[in-house]
């Protein structure tokens, strides 16, 4: 065997063997919902990471991963609960915002008081959109 052989070899072993943890996690995630499902994101990030060589983002996803002892679903559902109201009374606070800035008439403070609510409206749609 030549050593180009031997390196296009060693090349092709490493790329399989540092993408069959992205394969196996992408695949294993059936989980619908809950812990079960956000451990199996963690995993599929931290296989991400080691793929990566992204030590800083392996150091955080581990310590999440951790911290997976103390999730329970009803926990976050109730997690999920308290954000759709906080992002609640946000629409609301917004679109208080946006009438007394009609009122004023200034162009200026409408604008902002409606990226303001466009905003809020945005976070509670992807709070919505989340799984569990």
Known sequence: MTFRAWCIRTVFATAVAASAP???AADSCE??????AKRCR?????????AKGDARALARLERARGEMIHCSDDGLKQKRKVALE???????????????????????KIKNAQRRLDSARHAL???QNSPL
């Open 125 to 127: 749609a992807e709070i």
């Open 22 to 24: 992205l394969v196996l």
């Open 31 to 36: 989980q619908p919902y809950g812990c079960a």
């Open 86 to 108: 906080q992002a609640q009374r946000r629409i609301e606070r917004s679109e208080a915002e946006l009438e007394k800035a009609q009122a004023t008439g200034n162009a200026k």
């Open 42 to 50: 963690i995993d599929a990030e931290i296989a991400r990471a080691k």
